[in-house]
């Protein structure tokens, strides 16, 4: 096992999403509401109950200042079933009941959310300690210290056990950190990492795997593993 970086020493892992201490925020990214209807699945596992659920924990364990939503709040391209449209507003209101400013990212499936999504969206935005939160389907006009992205949503096979993983890399983007967030969703299966090459995840801001650090949180154990870097960490596996 990999001892965290020095550099990764204010970030805070848990339930698929990240919390930095500097900013006082949590980012989280690739809800992806709406699914079950677009799958046509009767009780889908993350319907939206589920996921806000899931946020309001991570807002009372956390208690941040703000949130963001990195993008892929809905899923579906072309159309917003209420029950989408409900869970996006129901997510807002549970932000707002908890004194906690909600920001939404906008995503490569979120050409409605407009139409639900009670504040502003931003293609990208800059959080007070200089990190720059935006979706990661095209590069950000902003720039930080620090990018956190969704989208390419990685996962990791140990052990036999596929498991979804955040990836953080110093220097790996604009000169800055990049942290990669595995998708919120658990309806998601996740593009395993393990012998994969940087082109075959989908963001322009992953030139390349080899630096990157897969970090895998047990929610058993309530822990964050750090794994080596993948250019030593493929080798083992």
Same mark, same amino acid.
């Given at each position: 096992?990999?001892?965290?970086?020095?550099?990764?020493?204010? *970030?805070?892992?848990?339930?698929?999403?990240?919390?930095?201490? &500097?900013?006082?925020?949590?980012?989280? &990214?690739?809800?992806?509401? !709406?699914?079950?209807?677009?799958?046509?699945?009767? &009780?889908?596992?993350?319907? !939206?109950?589920?996921?806000?659920?899931?946020?309001?924990? #991570?807002?009372?364990?956390?208690?941040? &200042?703000?949130?963001?939503?990195?993008?892929?709040? *809905?899923?579906?391209?072309?159309?917003?079933?209420?029950?989408?449209?409900?869970?996006?507003?129901?997510?807002?209101?549970?932000?707002?009941?908890?004194?906690?400013?909600?920001?939404?990212?906008?995503?490569?499936?979120?050409?409605? #959310?407009?139409?639900?999504?009670?504040?502003?969206?931003?293609?990208?935005?800059?959080?007070?300690?200089?990190?720059?939160?935006?979706?990661?389907?095209?590069?950000?006009?902003?720039?930080?210290?620090?990018?956190?992205?969704?989208?390419?949503?990685?996962?990791?096979?140990?052990? !036999?056990?596929?498991?979804?993983?955040?990836?953080?890399?110093?220097?790996?983007?604009?000169?800055?950190?990049? #942290?990669? *967030?595995?998708?919120?969703?658990? #309806?998601? !299966?996740?593009?395993?990492?393990?012998?994969?090459?940087?082109?075959?995840?989908?963001?322009?801001?992953?030139?390349?795997?080899?630096?990157?650090?897969?970090?895998?949180?047990?929610?058993?154990?309530?822990?964050?593993?750090?794994?080596?870097?993948?250019?030593?960490?493929?080798?083992? *596996?």
């Amino acid at each position: 096992m990999a001892v965290r970086p020095p550099a990764a020493e204010t *970030l805070r892992f848990a339930d698929r999403a990240v919390y930095l201490d &500097a900013a006082d925020a949590v980012v989280l &990214a690739d809800l992806h509401v !709406g699914r079950g209807d677009a799958s046509r699945v009767a &009780a889908p596992i993350d319907a !939206g109950e589920s996921i806000r659920q899931r946020v309001r924990t #991570l807002l009372d364990r956390f208690e941040p &200042a703000t949130i963001v939503f990195a993008g892929d709040l *809905l899923h579906s391209f072309d159309r917003l079933p209420r029950t989408a449209a409900d869970a996006i507003e129901g997510l807002w209101a549970d932000c707002a009941d908890a004194d906690v400013d909600a920001l939404a990212v906008v995503g490569n499936h979120d050409s409605r #959310l407009a139409d639900c999504w009670p504040g502003s969206v931003a293609d990208a935005v800059t959080l007070d300690d200089g990190t720059v939160v935006c979706h990661g389907h095209a590069p950000p006009e902003e720039r930080g210290h620090r990018y956190v992205i969704g989208h390419a949503h990685p996962a990791i096979t140990i052990e !036999g056990v596929k498991r979804p993983c955040y990836l953080f890399g110093k220097d790996a983007y604009r000169g800055g950190e990049l #942290l990669v *967030l595995p998708a919120f969703t658990t #309806l998601a !299966g996740g593009v395993d990492i393990s012998d994969r090459r940087a082109g075959d995840l989908p963001s322009p801001l992953v030139s390349t795997l080899a630096p990157l650090q897969p970090v895998v949180w047990d929610d058993e154990d309530d822990d964050t593993l750090w794994f080596p870097p993948l250019q030593q960490l493929q080798r083992l *596996l």
